[in-house]
């Protein structure tokens, strides 16, 4: 796989990731809360293997965190039973996802 088929695995899965992490934030209250962070924490085991895969510079990283900002969206959209302060949680989560992936733009 080549490092744009990499970065968009990567992307793809860490969306999903912080879908259902945000999912389980906003619907804290809901039987499946507790399914959906556990979700999250799988998907996002999965995502740190793919970043493995690649050697990530500051160009990369940039793209990242903007592919992953517009699929996170878009998933967001498709989850019309989330409350709309879903919306709310994307910047923070893609920051301490990126973070802990060691993905994080510095400023």
Not at 37 to 59: H, M, T, V
Request: proline content about 1%; glycine content about 2%; aromatic content about 8%.
């Amino acid at each position: 796989m080549n490092k744009k088929q990499v970065l968009d695995e990567l992307t793809t899965m860490l969306a999903l990731s912080l879908r259902h992490k945000i999912g389980s934030i906003v619907n804290k209250n809901e039987i499946y809360a507790e399914r959906y962070a556990k979700d999250s924490e799988i998907l996002f085991n999965q995502a740190e293997k793919i970043k493995e895969q690649g050697n990530w510079n500051y160009r990369d990283k940039l793209e990242i965190k903007q592919e992953l900002t517009k699929k996170l969206r878009k998933e967001l959209e498709k989850k019309d039973f989330l409350p709309d302060e879903k919306y709310n949680y994307i910047d923070s989560e893609i920051e301490k996802a990126l973070k802990i992936l060691g993905l994080c733009v510095e400023s």
